[in-house]
Nanobody, 126 residues
């Protein structure tokens, strides 16, 4: 299984950005997916997660109402739509997949995922 994240870049505060994570290998529709981020000097933190069917989603408090996670099982891709970006959203964003047994719900712990993308840098200027 390989994950390829893309869509990062430099954006002004208040602007939008959409991240994509294309998954190859395996059966994408069976995998709960997550987005995590790591800011300079900080630990990796959970951002958003989506169940394998797509009906269940969860967000960390700091992005609720601004970020939306979604998936297109026909395209083997998970997205993170980020609106109203803030400078504190600046980080490397990683997508993750859980390819072993899972429920229909989401997973918020990084230890719940066994495959990771390479990361894409998001920089929000003030």
């Amino acid at each position: 299984v390989q994950l390829q994240a893309s869509g990062g870049g430099l954006v002004q505060a208040g602007g939008p950005l959409r991240l994509s994570c294309a998954v190859s290998g395996g059966t994408f529709s069976n995998y709960p997916m997550g987005w995590f981020r790591q800011a300079p000097g900080k630990e990796r933190e959970f951002v958003a997660a989506i169940g394998k069917i797509g009906g269940s989603t969860y967000y960390t408090d700091s992005v609720k109402g601004r970020f939306t996670i979604s998936r297109d099982n026909a395209k083997n891709t998970v997205y993170l739509q980020m609106n109203s970006l803030k400078p504190e959203d600046t980080a490397v964003y990683y997508c993750a997949a859980r390819t072993y047994y899972s429920s229909n719900y989401y997973y918020t712990e990084h230890t719940s995922y066994n495959y990771w993308g390479q990361g894409t840098l998001v920089t929000v200027s003030s």
